[in-house]
């Protein structure tokens, strides 16, 4: 094994390929965090009274509580009075093509891989690209509009769409929920909002790409989707945020709401700063993302793959509410270096015939930590339940860590819950036998890690599974292709 | 005066008596006003509401023991008892008149008396290991009360002769009793013992027994042990068994729940050494308002080890189901080898199941698994049985027993095992009237 020995060595020894800073002017409120910058943001986003008491409201309550220390995580604590709470790219007039983008901007995107206009023209994906909290493009808008359906950025829709914002923001996650969901209720800048009529199916994939960019922003997202009766929309996040030394605090909250018959396919690949390889800088990533299936035959789909970030705390829930719901979770995450993952989903099964998958792939390399947390709740009323979960950890080198924590509540005779969990290690058996076909070691790392991610992998949309792979690749170099 | 306060006041009066046990008790006593009993908040404790027990008034179990006769005994009694070793405790207190230890083999002494024997060393390094492990107020409140506790060791090279029967009873006939039984058991190198242990409340009140047996299972030595617990279902206990493998040893454990009104077992194995081997199987079938938690550790610090865990449920009524197993493998355990599972059936509406199969896995060559299912009984099974003219109800108790079967076998002497299927089969027709 001395070559799989090198291969993890060759891994560790990797760095962050997306580590750069595009010079955009920026103009900030001062760091800190009070009342006073709250109203700043609020005034700079020429919002409603009504959502600045909310988030005053939230303020306050955050004021009470404390930072959770649950999770299978260790990190400095964070000082939240050392934090800027808002940053706009100095660009005044919204632009009406990519043209009118700042090129640094479109550089930006470029050197992702992810330029606009080549997006725009061969895969027909809408992005709302999102760069340190405004949002600066939106693309293919009148197609959705003369669908009904309204994508746009968090603060339009509070501007355009105040009775939907005001109807859904905060319904599924309560500002009260968690620490940082109350946080980023105060204080959240932009973010994401969509609402798909009655009826109407979603003709390509929405997607969005958050990036922070200046330093010693905290990155406080808002994504609110609605999908109406009957309507199906598959939403895709991606986010990649460039090198820096301190760490930066992400706390995002995306809440989802499915009515009678609707779909809703929320896909992620989180690719934030890790921190290099002594594990010094990186993203902390504590987001708070529930979708309510809110009616009958909805379905919520997360699927997630995770290879950022120095610390990720994150849950993608689903609440079964209407009879004969869904609720799916796919997830691959991937730690390396000093990376600490705690990561999972809670299905809770309220309604009658409801159902729930959980498939969750961790893989651990150099001296990280992942953890799967998980929480499957089948109510009193909630009959004929069905779960199936499934989480297994690949563990490459030996310092790493692989840890399940499933918590299975089960308050229903009818209900059929299972749980398997398995943890192991690439045999030596399965690289001898790539080697003995005349596949080298590093080829059938790849091989073994990829099959291993498959049946995530294989939930992505095609535009996404490539980038996804990529992002694999890049996280374990040396192991994956 | 509540209750916490009357346990307060007793074990001060213990921490200040100048005894050998001194030093122990009272590193315990601290550790009790550290951490309080277990709050709701208590992640080890989420799901069983043990403070409760304490809003009781329990009495201090007294020093006498003769308020019990062998007469008491005979419901409690397990087969085989006549020809074995037998060690009995009432209300926490050893009862050296109802004991009797038949094999040569097997040296038996109380705590206080082994400090100063040639086992002084072995006592002081594993009297309280259980806390390094269970870190909340139960343990620590056993502890901090010893008294009454008894050291066994089986000597080197020898098979106990005959089995080791522990019956934990207590006196609840004018009173509500707290019972704190303590044991510190040895097997020396390339000893064999097997051991049955059982709960027995003798009158209508409630009874809370807080027990806790640390076991050191040395090099070559084979430890095989039988919890049944068929108590009142006015007596609650936390049963703690601390086994620790200091050399390359085999464990076999099976506990088998049926009755109890809060029924709570720790049972923890630590595998210091390489090529461990242990098994551990559970049963739980409840009725009524029972609440049954099994939380098991297997901790995994030396490579080669290999762990079975096999743990089954059948909950009827309002009964209530925990299960929490904790696999940890330490980074120099390489080549560990722990499966883990967890099967329950639900066949009340008013019953629930919390599962949590926990691992913890710091090193890379392992083959670690656990897997757990909630369900219901298969209705084709009922069926297939069914149309071959077996009324519902037979049908139904006729394959949970077929589900109960996979523990049962687990049960090595027989008697024993009739005796188990026998209370089982009872509970399962008892179950489907």
Redesign the interface.
């Known amino acids: 094994m001395n070559d799989g020995l090198s291969t993890i060595e060759k891994t560790i020894a990797s760095d962050y390929k997306y580590g750069f800073t595009s010079d955009l002017e920026a103009e900030s409120a001062p760091k800190g965090l009070n009342e006073d910058i709250i109203r700043f943001i609020s005034a700079k986003k020429n919002e409603p009274g009504w959502l600045l008491e909310w988030r005053l409201k939230a303020y306050r309550h955050w004021l009470t509580m404390t930072e959770p220390n ?1 999770a299978n995580v260790n990190y400095p604590k964070v000082d939240f009075q050392d934090v800027i709470y808002y940053s706009a790219p100095k660009q005044r007039v919204k632009p009406n093509s990519l043209d009118e983008v700042d090129p640094e901007l479109l550089r930006t995107f470029e050197k992702l891989g992810i330029s606009m206009a080549e997006q725009k023209r061969l895969t027909g994906v809408a992005v709302d690209a999102v760069i340190d909290s405004v949002s600066v493009g939106t693309s293919f808008k009148e197609e959705l509009a003369e669908l009904g359906i309204i994508f746009c950025s968090m603060s339009e829709a509070v501007q355009e769409h105040p009775e939907l914002i005001k109807k859904y923001l905060g319904s599924v996650v309560p500002m009260t929920d968690n620490f940082y969901s109350a946080l980023n209720s105060a204080v959240f800048t932009d973010g994401s909002f969509c609402y798909i009529p009655k009826g109407v199916r979603c003709p390509m994939e929405l997607s969005t790409y958050f990036r922070i960019n200046a330093e010693n922003t905290g990155q406080f997202e808002r994504t609110l989707i609605v999908a109406d009766e009957s309507s199906y929309v598959s939403y895709l996040e991606g986010c990649t945020a460039p090198m820096r030394d301190e760490n930066q605090l992400h706390a995002a909250v995306v809440e989802l709401i499915a009515l009678d018959h609707a779909e809703i396919k929320y896909s992620t690949v989180q690719n934030w700063y890790p921190g290099d390889k002594d594990g010094k800088g990186g993203i902390y990533n504590f987001v708070t993302k529930r979708g309510i299936c809110q009616g009958a035959h909805s379905k919520i789909s997360w699927t997630q793959v995770e290879t950022g970030s120095a610390v990720t705390w994150k849950y993608p829930s689903c609440i079964l509410k209407g009879d004969y719901s869904v609720g799916e979770f796919y997830s691959v995450a991937v730690t390396n270096h000093h990376q600490q993952a705690d990561t999972g989903t809670k299905m809770i099964h309220l309604g009658k015939n409801t159902r729930s998958r959980i498939v969750s792939k961790g893989i651990s390399a150099g001296v990280s930590q992942n953890s799967y947390r998980g929480l499957v709740s089948v109510s ?1 009323n909630a009959a004929n339940a069905r779960n199936f979960s499934q989480c297994d ?1 690949l ?31 690439i045999g030596e058996d399965q690289i001898f036998y790539c080697n003995q076909r005349g596949i080298d070691t590093e080829t059938a790392v790849a091989l073994i890690v990829n099959g291993f991610a498959k049946e995530v992998m294989n939930q992505l949309p095609m535009e996404f599974a490539v980038e996804a792979q990529k992002l694999l690749a890049i996280t374990l170099e040396g192991s994956v292709g | 005066m509540s209750t916490v306060t009357t346990i307060k006041e007793k074990m001060d009066l213990l921490a200040a008596k100048a005894d050998q046990l001194a030093p122990v008790r009272q590193a315990a006593l601290k550790a009790f006003n550290n951490f309080g009993l277990p709050a709701p908040k208590h ?1 080890e404790w989420k799901y069983t509401r043990i403070g409760n027990v304490f809003n009781l008034p329990l009495q201090w179990a007294p020093d006498q023991v003769d308020a019990v006769t062998a007469e008491d005994l005979k419901p409690f009694l397990l087969p085989g008892h006549e020809e074995a070793n037998v060690l009995v405790f009432v209300n926490g207190v050893y009862a050296s008149a109802l004991s009797v230890i038949r094999s040569a083999s097997i040296e038996c002494m109380s705590l206080e008396a082994a400090m100063d024997s040639g086992y002084a060393e072995l006592v002081a390094a594993n009297l309280g290991h259980s806390g390094k492990y269970l870190t909340d107020g139960i343990n620590a409140l056993s502890t901090a009360s010893l008294r009454g506790g008894v050291f066994l060791t089986v000597k080197r090279s020898k098979d106990a002769e005959h089995p080791l029967f522990v019956y934990n009873i207590t006196d609840a006939r004018q009173v509500n009793m707290l019972s704190q039984p303590r044991v510190l058991l040895h097997l020396a190198e390339n000893a064999g013992l097997q051991m049955m242990e059982t709960y027995g409340t003798i009158g209508s009140q409630e009874s809370f027994t807080n027990q806790v047996m640390e076991v050191v299972v040395e090099k070559d030595a084979r430890f095989e042990y039988y919890k049944i617990q068929n108590d009142a279902a006015h007596a609650s206990q936390v049963s703690t068994t601390h086994i620790r493998q200091t050399g390359k040893s085999f464990v076999h454990a099976v506990t088998i729940s049926l009755n109890g009104a809060i029924v709570r077992n720790n049972l923890n194995l630590v595998m210091e050494a390489e090529y461990c081997d242990s098994h551990m199987y559970g049963l739980y079938c409840m009725q009524g308002k029972s609440h049954i938690d099994n939380h098991t550790i297997v901790d995994n610090v030396m490579p080669h080890c290999e762990s079975n865990e096999f743990y089954k449920g059948i909950m009827g009524d309002a009964s209530t189901g925990v299960f929490n197993g904790k696999i940890f493998v330490r ?1 120099d355990a ?1 080549k560990t080898n722990a499966f883990q599972s967890n099967k ?1 059936v ?4 008013d ?26 009984l298969d209705e084709d099974g009922i069926f297939y049985l069914r149309s071959r003219g077996i009324p519902d109800q037979v049908a139904k108790s006729l394959l949970l027993h077929s589900f109960a079967m996979d523990i049962l076998e687990q049960i090595k002497p027989e008697p024993l095992r009739n005796y188990v299927d026998r209370l089982v089969s009872e509970r399962l027709a008892y179950e489907m009237e």
Do not use: M
């Not at chain 2, 639900?346 to 509406?349: E, F, K, T």
């Open positions: 649950w009193k950890s563990l490459l080198g030996d310092r790493c860590g692989a840890h399940t924590f499933p918590y299975i509540e089960v308050k229903n005779s009818s209900a059929q819950v299972e749980h398997e969990a398995t943890t192991s290690k | 992640e980074q390489q329950n639900l066949i009340s509406d019953a629930s199941v919390n599962t949590k199969p926990q691992l913890e896995i710091f090193a890379d060559d392992v083959k670690c698994s656990h897997g757990c299912t909630i369900g219901r």
